[in-house]
């Protein structure tokens, strides 16, 4: 089936059908920790709402390979190497539209730090990262460029320990995972929105060893005592719609 026809999982309908761009992500981890909403609101523009779950506001470090870049009409040609990112993401709403609201982007390729960076009002860092994989197990190390003697880093391993499955709405891996929109700022003001689609998520839960994990100092998050929930995935192909800077109405609810 064509990923344009598979849309009934989508909670709003799509943009349109002009799309730009492919992306395939592949062998991600989820990890995510609640957190007082009050530690994550002064990181987030006030134009947005935090989204929460049973009242609780969620972190997450995604990790995982972008295959390939292939924009609309070239669709064999990747725009570059595949390469590996680490993210650091909340979850947000804007006049009741839910969406990813990224805080860190980690990766070591020039198009996205570059291009998507400026495109998308994105805040990518320079930073080495290696990715390997051993049968099902997974190494990540990242060391983001230019902290001197106390770099942002995260290393660690991960494994898929379940069977696939697709969660339900309503609870909480559909709500972590399920997003079909981005929010960014370049400012603090001004919002900006990029539609994305994909299949549902195939998710497994995942075992992991977190060796090191100081994406969280930026933020004065200290995160250290509580166990993530992870998750793991195979990966999906998406798409992606140009973003566009968006009017927020008067009525917003700047408190969560």
């Given at each position: 089936m064509n990923i344009m026809n598979d849309i009934g999982h989508r909670s709003w309908p799509l943009p349109s059908k002009y799309w730009i761009m492919r992306q395939n992500w592949k062998n991600l981890l989820f990890l995510h920790w609640p957190i007082p909403l009050e530690k994550l609101r002064p990181h987030i523009p006030s134009s947005l709402q935090i989204d929460t779950f049973n009242g609780s506001a969620w972190v997450g470090v995604i990790l995982f390979v972008l295959e390939g870049i292939y924009p609309r009409g070239l669709s064999s040609v990747s725009l570059t190497s595949k390469f590996p990112e680490i993210n650091v993401r909340t979850y947000v709403k804007c006049d009741g539209k839910p969406g990813i609201y990224f805080m860190s982007i980690?990766?070591?390729?020039?198009?996205?730090?570059?291009?998507?960076?400026?495109?998308?009002?994105?805040?990518?860092?320079?930073?080495?990262?290696?990715?390997?994989?051993?049968g099902q197990i997974f190494h990540c190390q990242s060391i983001r460029k230019g902290n001197g003697n106390h770099p942002i880093s995260f290393k660690g391993t991960y494994l898929p320990v379940s069977e696939v499955y697709f969660p339900k709405k309503g609870t909480l891996d559909h709500w972590l995972t399920e997003r079909y929109c981005l929010y960014s700022s370049n400012n603090g003001v001004n919002i900006y929105c990029?539609?994305?689609?994909?299949?549902?998520?195939?998710?497994?839960k995942a075992e992991i060893e977190i060796v090191r994990n100081n994406l969280f100092i930026p933020f004065h998050f200290d995160l250290s005592e509580v166990k993530p929930i992870a998750h793991f995935s195979s990966g999906v192909d998406s798409l992606m719609w140009n973003i566009k800077k968006i009017r927020i109405s008067n009525n917003h609810s700047i408190g969560t």
């Open positions: 980690d990766v070591e390729n020039w198009a996205s730090l570059k291009i998507a960076k400026r495109w998308y009002h994105l805040p990518y860092h320079s930073a080495q990262i290696s990715f390997q994989e051993e990029g539609e994305i689609h994909h299949r549902p998520w195939p998710l497994q």
